[in-house]
Every structure is written in structure tokens, then in C-alpha cells.
């Protein structure tokens, strides 16, 4: 009787053990899976900035920046369709986005990378109201656009998020299990164009120090 306890005992050890193990490995393998087919979203951004960081010409903190919320990012995403696979879906999510500005011209971008070049989906809201969306490859530096398409998409500012669906063949055609990387969503303020005033930016966010960055990977 107490060998049978023992090799009871003994063998509940070894079963114990090995399910530790297997549990171990499943935690270990469930976040590599998780990266690579899981799209962003609201809630799992490739971006997530931190608040209330607007900075005077891109470059010196102030407060209070109340009246700056509809410049101030939140966060970015990109996704994907099955049934819509040739399109590929930029969103960046502001504190307090308006349909129209009171004085100035608000520039809202996304820029990334691949393939060794450059793209930029971009909107400008003034006074006046909206722009079309655009998108497309942009110069070395990021300041201008090669040549570049009008977009479908949308300015939710209920929802506070800005939208484009972007033809992929119009940003270099990324492929199943290509990564889109360096993603960067940024805004500025200006006076508009029509002010005569000259186009400096005067205020801007940049993720200079985001909560999170990380890459896409293209799933259709």
C-alpha cells in the first residue's frame, strides 16, 4: 500500500510538471502568434501617444493646452478587410477632434515605411472646414508628396477619429506578411494659407515619447 501511495504521489509530480511545462510554453508562443495576425484597433493601436504633450513649435512644453485637445493624438491603428483586401485602413484618434477649426489650419499625417520608402496619409481642417483625404509616397525627408491619390475615409468628430482607406497598390502594393513599420502619426497648427501669414508650424504633437510603437504586418 504505501508503494502504490508513492508511485501515486510521484507520478501526480511528474504530471504536474509536465503541465507546468506546457503551460510555460503556451504563454511563451501565444504573444508571437498574437502579433502577427491580430490588426490594430482602438483598444490594440500601433500607437498610443501620451496626452496633453503639444509642444510650441514642435519643440517647448506649455500649459494649459485645453484650448490644443483637437491637435492632441491619442492614438493610431491600421487594419484590414477580408472582403476589401486591395485597401488598407489608416486611423488616428485625436482628444477632440472638430469638423472645423476657429483660427487656424490643422494638419493631421500619418507616415510610415516600406519597402525602403516613405508614405503619408494626410487631412487639413481649417475654418473653412476639411480637405480631401490623400495619401501616398512622400520625399526622403517626409515634407512632401510625390504624387499621391484623394481617398475614401472619414472625419468622425463624434467619435474623434480620422479615417483613410487607402488603395494599396497606390502605397507600393504591400503583400500578405509584410510589415509596415516607422508608423508615426503627427499634427500640426498654422495659420491658414489664405491669412498671409507665413506657413510655420506653431504648434505640433509628435510621438517623440509614445506609450507604445510598433509595426504592421499586411494579413490579406
Known amino acids: 500500500m504505501v508503494e502504490i501511495m508513492l508511485f501515486n504521489i510521484n507520478g501526480g509530480n511528474q504530471m504536474k510538471n509536465k503541465i507546468i511545462i506546457i503551460i510555460i510554453c503556451t504563454l511563451l508562443l501565444l504573444p508571437v502568434f498574437s502579433f502577427s495576425t491580430i490588426a490594430g484597433d482602438p483598444e490594440n493601436p500601433e500607437v498610443e501617444d501620451r496626452i496633453r504633450d503639444v509642444l510650441l513649435f514642435?519643440?517647448?512644453?506649455?500649459?494649459?493646452?485645453?484650448?490644443?485637445?483637437?491637435?492632441?493624438?491619442?492614438?493610431?491603428?491600421i487594419f484590414e478587410e477580408s472582403d476589401n483586401p486591395e485597401y488598407l485602413y489608416m486611423n488616428i484618434k485625436i482628444r477632440d477632434l472638430q469638423d472645423a477649426t476657429e483660427k487656424y489650419d490643422a494638419i493631421y499625417v500619418i507616415s510610415w515605411a516600406y519597402n525602403s520608402a516613405t508614405y503619408s496619409a494626410s487631412v487639413h481642417i481649417s475654418p473653412e472646414g476639411a480637405t480631401s483625404l490623400i495619401a501616398g509616397p512622400t520625399d526622403e525627408e517626409g515634407n512632401d508628396y510625390i504624387n499621391y491619390v484623394v481617398c475614401e475615409g472619414d472625419i468622425d468628430s463624434i467619435n474623434d477619429i480620422i479615417s483613410w482607406k487607402i488603395p494599396k497598390d497606390t502605397i507600393g502594393?504591400?503583400?500578405?506578411?509584410?510589415?509596415?513599420?516607422?508608423?508615426?502619426?503627427?499634427?500640426?497648427?498654422?495659420?491658414?494659407?489664405?491669412?498671409?501669414?507665413?506657413?510655420?508650424?506653431?504648434f505640433k504633437d509628435l510621438p517623440w515619447n509614445a506609450k507604445i510603437t510598433k509595426d504592421y504586418q499586411i494579413e490579406y
Do not use: C
Open 58 to 77: 514642435g519643440l517647448f512644453p506649455f500649459l494649459p493646452q485645453f484650448n490644443f485637445k483637437y491637435v492632441d493624438i491619442i492614438s493610431a491603428w
Open 173 to 202: 502594393n504591400p503583400s500578405i506578411g509584410n510589415k509596415i513599420t516607422n508608423i508615426v502619426p503627427h499634427t500640426h497648427l498654422r495659420y491658414p494659407e489664405s491669412s498671409g501669414i507665413p506657413m510655420v508650424d506653431l
